[in-house]
């Protein structure tokens, strides 16, 4: 399906303004025009205390994009660590970090390898889940943390396995149904109670307001369509 330049733009600049009424600093990256998925800035790496491991993509249209992100990095002054080739590891979009704990996903994108590779790199602790479902390619699809002790997830996108593990953590673990899941609804971006979400979601928003969040939809159905929303446009640095 074709993508709608000018309304892609127009969504992307709706996220930058939300993020920035929440007074977040926002760090733009130049597009390269031979990488038009770097929008999807999440799969840069994965970034704790001014160091950073780039992403290994798994997919050749996007390995490009590692040596212009490294560039990025080593500018700003991070501590920049790469794996080796062989190794597949889409940074954020398959890690989400809880102070020393790392919460990783593995089987489409990146490898378990990768993963504990990256968290060695980053002196964390591992939980490391395999997904199970191709429409929910990267964790960040499936699984979003809201604070130090809630987390939404969407259950048939991960193994049992990894379920179990995700609920021996101590956290409140709010199920995504599957009309919210299939709209992106974990691909959300929070900050304190604030959570941007695409639009879409309806019962989840509910869910979450019960509990004191508050939540903001925005479009992103152009970015949908490349398999992609809020969360995937964004890195914490």
């Known amino acids: 399906m074709p993508v709608d ?31 038009p998925d770097m929008v999807f800035t999440a799969n840069a790496g994965t970034v704790k205390a001014g160091k950073v491991v780039l992403s290994n993509f798994k997919h050749p ?23 080796p080739p062989s190794v597949d590891f889409e940074g954020c979009g398959d890690t989400l970090l ?27 602790e591992l939980v490391a889940l395999k997904l199970q479902s191709p429409d929910f ?3 960040d699809t499936c699984f ?11 259950p048939p996108a991960f193994t049992p396995s990894a379920i179990k593990k995700l609920k021996s ?21 929070v900050y304190q109670e604030h959570i941007l979400m695409p639009t879409g979601p309806r019962k989840i928003v509910k869910d979450l307001a ?9 479009e992103s159905d152009e970015f949908l369509k490349s398999g992609g929303s809020l969360q995937c446009m964004t890195l914490w640095i």
């Not at 953590?169 to 971006?189: G, H, P, T």
């Open 144 to 154: 979003c943390i809201l604070s130090y002790h809630t987390a939404m997830y969407y």
């Open 169 to 189: 953590l101590d956290l409140d673990l709010v199920e995504v149904d599957d009309y919210d899941a299939s709209r992106f609804a974990c691909n959300a971006v």
């Open 98 to 124: 809880l102070d020393d704990l790392m919460i990783g996903g593995y089987g489409h994108r990146s490898s378990l390898g990768g993963l504990r590779r990256a968290s060695k790199l980053l002196d964390t």
């Open 5 to 35: 330049s000018k309304r892609a733009v127009d969504q992307w600049r709706n996220l930058k303004n939300a993020l920035e009424e929440l007074d977040i600093q926002v760090s733009l990256v130049e597009q390269h025009p031979s990488q």
């Open 61 to 83: 249209e996007r390995k490009g994009e590692s040596a212009l992100y490294e560039e990025w990095f080593l500018e700003e002054g991070y501590e920049v660590h790469t794996l």
């Open 137 to 139: 390619y990267h964790l």
């Open 210 to 218: 019960e509990r004191g969040y508050q939540v903001q939809q925005i």
